[in-house]
Every structure is written in structure tokens, then in C-alpha cells.
């Protein structure tokens, strides 16, 4: 039952720190004079990109680890404080800070061809945040494959339902208008905030054991 528990949360927190809700608003203002076979080629790279790039690192993780000589207990105090941050600028109901910035909103306006790569499979979708969450479970996983299993069903999941959400992204909008999408946001940063106190907590309890 609790090994349920863990592969549950491993997706809602996959699902929760790519925040595709979150994200839809910035992906339907820009792409709003695209065609639809435009809009389409977009919204398939956008997700193929981000999938891609975290199934790298969740692959790579441990190996990154062994590379750089870091711990997973310091990785996880370093991505436990970035998640927080990623956490609060969603609870404001903000796109977070940590994902985008001005710049790179109008430098995606200006070259449509790149917005799927950049900014939105990255870092919008594919964030810090996210590629630091995947290391982290990988990572953690020890001896038990289906951690790692369920990690990349996690990354497979929230891209079919990133594709989906941001398919139908403005009849969501629509349905959901400017406040429902603002009140999930703030769920998922909520949902994020505890578990980037929950990975500095096992941060500090594997540098101290004693702690």
C-alpha cells in the first residue's frame, strides 16, 4: 500500500512542478495568430522536447551524481529550496521566475519557429524545477526498479496530458476562465511548496543523521 502511495505521488509531483495549467495561458497568448497546423507542430515539439529532456535526466541522474561527487542528500537540500521558490511564484499566481523572463517572452513572439524548443519545452515545461525532481527520485530509488518505473511513467503521463491540455488549451480557458486556471496553479504550488520542505527535511537528516 505505501509503495501505491509513493508511485502516486511520484506522478502528481511530475505532474504538479511541469504545471501544464499553469503554463496554458502563456502557451495559447502565443500562439494565438498561429494556424492551427502551426499551432499543432508547436504543441508536439514543445512536448516531445520537454518528455525528452527530463527522460535524459532521469536516466542520467545517478550517473551526474557519481560525475560531480555531490550527494543525493545535498542535491535534494538544492532542489528541495528551488522547488519552494517554483512553489511560491505559483501560490502569487505568477508564471515562475525560475522558468521565464521578459526577455525570453519577447524573443518568443519574434521567432515562432523556436518558441516550441525555447522558451516552452524550456524552460516553461522542462524546468529546473522538474529536471531537479526526476534526479531526485531516480536517485533515491536505491535497489528498487519500480521507483525508477514509475518516475518515467510519470515524465509519459504528464506529456499526454500536457499535449492534451494545451490541445484543447482554449476551451479550457474558456470553461476555466483567468481565475479557475489561478486556483489550480495555486494547488499544485501548494502540492509543491510541502514537498520542496520535504526534500530539504531528508537533506539534512542524510548530512546529519543525528539531526
Given at each position: 500500500?505505501?509503495?501505491?502511495?509513493?508511485?502516486?505521488?511520484?506522478?502528481?509531483?511530475?505532474?504538479?512542478?511541469?504545471?501544464?495549467i499553469g503554463t496554458l495561458p502563456?502557451?495559447?497568448?502565443?500562439?494565438?495568430?498561429?494556424?492551427?497546423?502551426?499551432?499543432?507542430?508547436?504543441?508536439?515539439?514543445?512536448?516531445?522536447?520537454?518528455?525528452?529532456?527530463?527522460?535524459?535526466?532521469?536516466?542520467?541522474?545517478?550517473?551526474?551524481?557519481?560525475?560531480?561527487?555531490?550527494?543525493?542528500?545535498?542535491?535534494?537540500?538544492?532542489?528541495?529550496?528551488?522547488?519552494?521558490?517554483?512553489?511560491?511564484?505559483?501560490?502569487?499566481?505568477?508564471?515562475?521566475?525560475?522558468?521565464?523572463?521578459?526577455?525570453?517572452?519577447?524573443?518568443?513572439?519574434?521567432?515562432?519557429?523556436?518558441?516550441?524548443?525555447?522558451?516552452?519545452?524550456?524552460?516553461?515545461?522542462?524546468?529546473?524545477?522538474?529536471?531537479?525532481?526526476?534526479?531526485?527520485?531516480?536517485?533515491?530509488?536505491?535497489?528498487?526498479?519500480?521507483?525508477?518505473?514509475?518516475?518515467?511513467?510519470?515524465?509519459?503521463?504528464?506529456?499526454?496530458?500536457?499535449?492534451?491540455?494545451?490541445?484543447?488549451?482554449?476551451?479550457?480557458?474558456?470553461?476555466?476562465?483567468?481565475?479557475?486556471?489561478?486556483?489550480?496553479?495555486?494547488?499544485?504550488?501548494?502540492?509543491?511548496?510541502?514537498?520542496?520542505?520535504?526534500?530539504?527535511?531528508?537533506?539534512?537528516?542524510?548530512?546529519?543523521?543525528?539531526?
Amino acid at each position: 500500500m505505501f509503495q501505491l502511495a509513493l508511485y502516486g505521488a511520484i506522478i502528481v509531483t511530475v505532474f504538479a512542478i511541469v504545471d501544464p495549467i499553469g503554463t496554458l495561458p502563456f502557451f495559447v497568448a502565443l500562439t494565438e495568430s498561429f494556424d492551427d497546423v502551426d499551432r499543432n507542430v508547436v504543441l508536439r515539439r514543445a512536448v516531445l522536447v520537454m518528455g525528452v529532456v527530463l527522460a535524459v535526466f532521469a536516466l542520467l541522474g545517478r550517473f551526474l551524481f557519481a560525475v560531480f561527487g555531490f550527494t543525493l542528500g545535498a542535491f535534494e537540500i538544492a532542489g528541495g529550496i528551488l522547488l519552494f521558490l517554483v512553489a511560491y511564484d505559483m501560490l502569487q499566481g505568477q508564471v515562475t521566475r525560475t522558468k521565464i523572463s521578459t526577455q525570453d517572452r519577447d524573443e518568443a513572439v519574434q521567432r515562432r519557429d523556436e518558441v516550441a524548443v525555447v522558451p516552452l519545452g524550456i524552460p516553461l515545461l522542462a524546468g529546473p524545477g522538474a529536471i531537479s525532481t526526476v534526479m531526485i527520485f531516480e536517485g533515491s530509488s536505491g535497489s528498487d526498479p519500480l521507483v525508477i518505473v514509475a518516475t518515467f511513467v510519470a515524465i509519459l503521463i504528464t506529456a499526454v496530458a500536457t499535449f492534451l491540455i494545451f490541445r484543447y488549451g482554449q476551451k479550457i480557458l474558456r470553461k476555466l476562465g483567468r481565475v479557475g486556471v489561478m486556483a489550480m496553479t495555486r494547488v499544485l504550488g501548494l502540492i509543491l511548496a510541502a514537498l520542496g520542505v520535504q526534500f530539504v527535511l531528508n537533506g539534512l537528516l542524510a548530512a546529519v543523521p543525528h539531526l
